[in-house]
C-alpha cells in the first residue's frame, strides 16, 4: 500500500511516454497535494505542422485493490479517480479528447472517452485505451486524422 | 517546404540506416512511437523519430523526478474553497450527486477535492474518519 511508489512510477512513464512522442513538458508538472495526485501538464510542438496539442494529465491514487475490478493497479493502490485530456482547438468540449476514470458511473462507463468533436454529455465506454501507451496513439491517431 | 509529419517504415529505415525490419521491432518494443492508419499502413510521427534520436544520443531515457509542492494543507484548503465556495467534502457530495457538469475543470476540482481529503486523512486531522468511510470498497465481480 505505497503510494508514493504509485505515483513515482506512474509519473515515471506517463513522462517517458509524452516524451517518445516528442510532446514539451509545461505547466503544470507536479505531484500535488500530498494526497497521492498528480498533475502533468504537455504540448504537442507544431514544428511540421498541425495542431498544437495541449495535454492535462490528472490522477488521484489511493490505497488498496481496484474496487470494481478494473485492473487499474500499481503497488498495491488503485486509480480512484483520473482525467486525461488533450485539447485540440479553442472551442471548448467539442474540441477535445478527454478520457475519464469515474467510478460513480455505471460499470460499462467508469472508464469512458469523450470523443473529439462531441460535446461533455457524449461518454463512449474506452476500457481498451486505459494506458498511457493507447491513450497517447489514439491521440496520435486523432492528430493524424486533423492534419 | 515543411517536411511531411508522418513518415513510412520505409523512410525511417531509411534515415536510421537499418531494415524495414528493424524498425517494427523499435516500434513492437515502444522505443519509437508509431500509428497504424490500417492493418499494413504505419505511419510514424516525425516528432517521435526526433524524440528516438535524441534518447539514442543521450543514451538513456530521461529521469523524472516527481516533487510535491509542498503547500500547506490549510493554504490549499482555502484555496479551493474560494474557488469553488464550499469545502472539499461538500464538493464531493454534490459531485456524487451529479450535481455539477461533466467538464474537465469540474473532473479536476474532483480530483482535488479527493487528493485534499485524502492528505488530510493521513494528517490524522478530524476529517480522516468521514473521508475513509467514502473510500469504495472492492465489490464481487
Known amino acids: 500500500m505505497a503510494v508514493p511508489s504509485a505515483l513515482r512510477d506512474r509519473f515515471t512513464r506517463w513522462c517517458d511516454e509524452l516524451d517518445a512522442y516528442g510532446y514539451e513538458f509545461a505547466a503544470p508538472k507536479r505531484a500535488a497535494r500530498s494526497g497521492g495526485e498528480f498533475v502533468i501538464g504537455a504540448r504537442r510542438p507544431t514544428t511540421y505542422g498541425g495542431p498544437a496539442v495541449v495535454i492535462e494529465i490528472k490522477e488521484l491514487w489511493s490505497p488498496g485493490g481496484d474496487p470494481h475490478g478494473l485492473g487499474l493497479e500499481l503497488h498495491g493502490c488503485f486509480l480512484h479517480r483520473g482525467s486525461w485530456h488533450a485539447q485540440f482547438f479553442s472551442t471548448g468540449a467539442v474540441g477535445a479528447e478527454r478520457l475519464d476514470v469515474d467510478r460513480r458511473k455505471e460499470s460499462a462507463l467508469i472508464i469512458h472517452r469523450h470523443p473529439l468533436g462531441q460535446p461533455n454529455d457524449k461518454r463512449v465506454p474506452a476500457a481498451p485505451l486505459a494506458s498511457p501507451e493507447r491513450w497517447l496513439e489514439e491521440v496520435e491517431t486523432c492528430v493524424d486524422g486533423v492534419y | ?141
Open chain 2, 1 to 141: 517546404m515543411q517536411q511531411s509529419p508522418y513518415l513510412t517504415v520505409a523512410d525511417v529505415a531509411s534515415e536510421l540506416g537499418i531494415t524495414p525490419g528493424g524498425v517494427y521491432k523499435l516500434i513492437e518494443r515502444g522505443k519509437l512511437k508509431a500509428i497504424r492508419r490500417t492493418e499494413r499502413n504505419v505511419r510514424v510521427p516525425r516528432l517521435a523519430l526526433d524524440a528516438y534520436r535524441r534518447r539514442v544520443q543521450a543514451g538513456h531515457n530521461a529521469d523524472w523526478h516527481l516533487e510535491d509542492d509542498a503547500v500547506d494543507l490549510r493554504v490549499l484548503r482555502a484555496e479551493f474553497e474560494r474557488e469553488t465556495g464550499m469545502s472539499p467534502a461538500d464538493w464531493e457530495g454534490r459531485w456524487k450527486d451529479d450535481a455539477f457538469e461533466d467538464t474537465p475543470e469540474n473532473m479536476g476540482l474532483a480530483i482535488r477535492a479527493l487528493a485534499l481529503r485524502a492528505a488530510e486523512a493521513s494528517s490524522g486531522s478530524e476529517e480522516a474518519e468521514a473521508y475513509l468511510a467514502t473510500l469504495p470498497r472492492r465489490v464481487a465481480r
